[in-house]
């Protein structure tokens, strides 16, 4: 591993375009995991957890975080961020605080809540990464039963999970967007922990059939794919949180990215490792130069568009992954150089602005719906410092 990063490392000018600000920019990254710190300590002073309500977004002219309660799709990204904070930290008051938040999430496991695929990012999130810390067995039945509520979203005829129950209608049949990808994790995790092994088939059926119908020739997904619920064959590809049906959403695109790395890591199954090259190659192809997406690729006067930084964010903790996983040396070292790019510009300043507690800005939730445009938002910041940490944990393998 020691020469692999260090290749790696050397490599870092000569990849698919140049880091514009990179070298302008300091990623210590001890300074970037202290910043974190600091940022979740200003939240903690914010907000009271007695409520249970989990900072979610920041509006550009807002300085406090907009709170949800524990049903909201987000929920489970602070109390991830606390025990990544813990990790880094060892800090017993940070450890207190992750466990409060964590088991605030307990009533998602009742089968009196009706959940969606959300169940994964609610569940494995905050639990799991619980689990992984403190091997408390209540963490760890907590994941289990969180894998099967979202197994029973599984449509055998289609081969997917549905995403959204509540949307059932002529033009909607049966749902399963992008996302989802992210959620499979929770089920190969629970396949290899106790839980049975239809999770891990259910999990492969569901990438293989995405993979089949969610994308277009160029490697670019639909954020919604619509199936029919009696035979199971594809209706339509369509948007809810992109430009067009037809656009390159970059969140959408970054699931894309981060889904299948994960799923080939879970099943080393070289068509996921092949897939996860294609949809990663057109995403970075398409990047502007300081390597942070602007929120759909196809949007018009693209310059005035805001950006994504948690498309970012998202995608550079899975090239870390997917550098690591590579067979193609070639493709390793231009991953890991595009990951550290995004890394790079993601610490400047131009993400950060320390009146806030949030660790990024630029974040864009839902443009057509028109919320959370150039915020600070909880997922952006979750997945910013497990890239911190990916990072830091390869480089202390390459000592």
Not at 294 to 309: E, G, I, M, T
Not at 315 to 341: G, Q, V, W
Request: proline share 3%; aromatic share 14%.
């Amino acid at each position: 591993m020691k020469l692999k990063l260090s290749l790696l490392l050397l490599s870092i000018n000569f990849g698919l375009k140049t880091c514009v600000f990179a070298d302008t920019i300091d990623f210590n990254i001890d300074k970037q995991l202290d910043y974190c710190d600091v940022q979740i300590k200003k939240t903690l002073k914010s907000i009271s957890s007695d409520s249970c309500l989990m900072p979610r977004s920041i509006e550009p002219n807002q300085k406090n975080w907009n709170t949800v309660d524990i049903y909201d799709w987000t929920s489970g990204f602070w109390p991830g961020i606390l025990w990544y904070d813990y990790e880094e930290t060892h800090n017993k008051s940070i450890e207190v605080k992750a466990t409060e938040y964590t088991e605030c999430l307990f009533p998602l496991l009742s089968y009196e809540h009706k959940n969606d695929h959300d169940i994964g990012f609610q569940i494995f999130c905050s639990f799991g990464n619980a689990y992984r810390l403190t091997k408390n067995n209540a963490y760890k039945k907590a994941i289990l039963i969180g894998a099967n509520k979202l197994a029973s979203l599984y449509n055998p005829k289609v081969g997917t999970i549905l995403s959204w129950p509540w949307i059932k209608n002529k033009a909607w049949p049966y749902n399963t967007i992008m996302d989802n990808m992210m959620n499979l994790e929770i089920l190969f995790w629970a396949a290899r922990n106790g839980g049975s092994h239809d999770l891990y088939d259910i999990a492969v059926s569901h990438a293989t059939v995405t993979m089949k119908n969610s994308f277009r020739k160029d490697g670019g997904n639909y954020h919604v794919a619509v199936y029919d619920t009696i035979d199971g064959h594809f209706i339509k590809g369509v948007t809810n949180q992109g430009y067009s049906d037809n656009s390159l959403w970059a969140r959408g695109q970054a699931w894309a990215i981060y889904g299948y790395t994960m799923v080939y890591r879970e099943t080393r199954d070289k068509v996921f490792l092949r897939f996860a090259e294609k949809v990663t190659n057109l995403y970075l192809r398409r990047l502007p130069a300081d390597y942070i997406p602007y929120w759909d690729f196809d949007a018009p006067d693209l310059l005035k568009q805001p950006k994504d930084a948690s498309a970012a964010a998202i995608t550079a903790a899975a090239l870390l992954e997917l550098s690591t996983l590579e067979d193609n040396a070639r493709l390793a070292k231009k991953y890991f150089n595009a990951s550290i790019c995004m890394l790079k510009e993601l610490s400047s300043k131009r993400y950060r602005d320390k009146g806030k507690p949030s660790f990024l800005l630029h974040s864009t939730g839902n443009y057509p719906a028109k919320y959370e445009i150039d915020a600070s938002i909880n997922y952006a910041d979750y997945y910013y410092i497990q890239a911190l940490l990916r990072y830091k944990e390869m480089l202390k393998r390459s000592e």
